[in-house]
C-alpha cells in the first residue's frame, strides 16, 4: 500500500515538471516573435522617418532651384525689354540723322544725356546678372531642362544688350538684327513659360524713349555707317564737358596705401565687401567687359592692390 501510494506520489510530480519543461521553449519563443515584430516596426517607423526627410530636403532643394531660376529670368526679362527701348530709341535717332543729313554722333550725345539715367541703370542690372550666371550653374543638376532654357534666354539678352549698347554696321541693318532678336526672344521666353508659369507671354515691346519718334524713312536716303558714340559710356553734351569715367577708368585712378573714404570718394560706394584667405578685405565693383568685375584689396585700412578678374574666379 505504501509503495503504490508512493509511486502515485512520483509520478505526478514528473509530469508537471515535465510541463515545465515544455512550457519554457514556448514562453521563449513567444517573446521572441514579439521581440521581433517590435524591432521591425520600430526599424519601419524609423525608415520611415529617414524617407521623409530626405524626401523633405529634396524637395526644399527643388523649391529652391526653382525660385533661383524665377528671379534671375525676371531680371533678365526685364533688361531685354529695357534694351530693346535703348536699341529703338537709337534706331530713331539714326534715322532722323540720315533723313536730315546731320551728324549721327552729335545726334547720339543728345539722347545718351536724355536717357543716361535709364542706361546707368540698365548696365548696374547687367553686372547683376552676370555675378549670377556662375551660380545658377550649380542647379542645373536639379532641373536640366530649365537650365537649359534659362541659358537660351540669357543667350538672347546678352545679344541684345549688345546691340543697344554698341550699335555698329548700318540703319537697316541694325533694325533687321533688332527686329530677329525680339522674334527670338519671344521664342525663349515661350519655351520658358513651359517650365515656369509665373513668367507673363511676352508682350508687344514698344519704344519707350523720350522726344524721340520715328520718321519715314527716305526710299533715296542713303545708308548711314557705323556710329563712332557707344552706348556703353553715356556721354554728357555740351563741346566743354568730359566723358563719364567708367568704372574701369576710376579703378585705374585708384593708388596704393589709399584710404577707404578715398577710394568710396573716388569710385563710389562698393557693391560688395568680402574678405580673401589672409584676411584682407575685398571691395567689388562692376567692370566694362563682359563676364569680369574689379577688386580693390585692402591690408590694415589702406589699399594694397587692384585686380580686374573674372566673375567667377577666386579672390587670391
Not at 530636403?57 to 525676371?74: G, H, P, V
Not at 549721327?104 to 548696365?123: P, Q, T, Y
Not at 524713349?209 to 519715314?216: D, K, N, R
Amino acid at each position: 500500500m505504501l509503495c503504490f501510494e508512493w509511486v502515485n506520489f512520483i509520478f505526478p510530480r514528473k509530469q508537471r515538471k515535465m510541463k515545465k519543461e515544455k512550457s519554457f521553449p514556448v514562453v521563449s519563443l513567444v517573446i521572441l516573435i514579439v521581440f521581433g515584430l517590435l524591432c521591425f516596426i520600430g526599424g519601419a517607423l524609423s525608415s520611415n522617418i529617414l524617407n521623409k526627410r530626405k524626401v523633405n530636403a529634396i524637395q526644399a532643394r527643388l523649391t529652391e532651384c526653382e525660385n533661383k531660376f524665377l528671379s534671375f529670368s525676371r531680371q533678365v526679362i526685364g533688361n531685354i525689354e529695357a534694351a530693346v527701348r535703348i536699341s529703338e530709341g537709337v534706331s530713331n535717332v539714326w534715322h532722323e540723322s540720315v533723313k536730315r543729313g546731320e551728324d549721327f554722333n552729335g545726334a547720339m550725345v543728345k539722347f545718351l544725356e536724355e536717357n543716361k539715367g535709364r542706361i546707368s541703370d540698365m548696365k548696374l542690372k547687367h553686372d547683376l546678372i552676370e555675378i549670377q550666371v556662375a551660380e545658377l550653374k550649380k542647379y542645373k543638376k536639379e532641373s536640366r531642362d530649365t537650365f537649359d532654357a534659362v541659358m537660351e534666354l540669357y543667350d538672347v539678352y546678352k545679344k541684345m544688350y549688345e546691340l543697344g549698347m554698341s550699335p555698329e554696321g548700318t540703319v537697316e541693318g541694325f533694325d533687321s538684327n533688332l527686329k530677329s532678336l525680339v522674334e527670338v526672344y519671344s521664342h525663349a521666353q515661350s519655351k520658358l513659360s513651359v517650365y515656369m508659369p509665373e513668367l507673363k507671354k511676352p508682350a508687344g515691346l514698344e519704344p519707350d524713349v523720350p522726344a524721340v519718334q520715328t520718321p519715314p524713312q527716305s526710299q533715296d536716303a542713303p545708308a548711314a555707317q557705323a556710329p563712332v558714340v557707344s552706348a556703353v559710356q553715356p556721354l554728357t553734351a555740351g563741346p566743354s564737358q568730359q566723358p563719364a569715367l567708367t568704372y574701369d577708368q576710376k579703378i585705374k585712378r585708384i593708388s596704393k596705401n589709399m584710404t577707404y573714404r578715398q577710394v568710396e570718394s573716388e569710385v563710389g560706394v562698393p557693391r560688395d565687401k568680402k574678405k580673401d584667405s589672409r584676411g584682407n578685405e575685398v571691395w567689388f565693383y562692376p567692370s566694362e567687359k563682359t563676364g569680369f568685375r574689379n577688386l580693390v584689396y585692402f591690408a590694415s585700412g589702406k589699399v594694397l592692390q587692384t585686380k580686374n578678374l573674372p566673375l567667377n574666379s577666386s579672390l587670391d
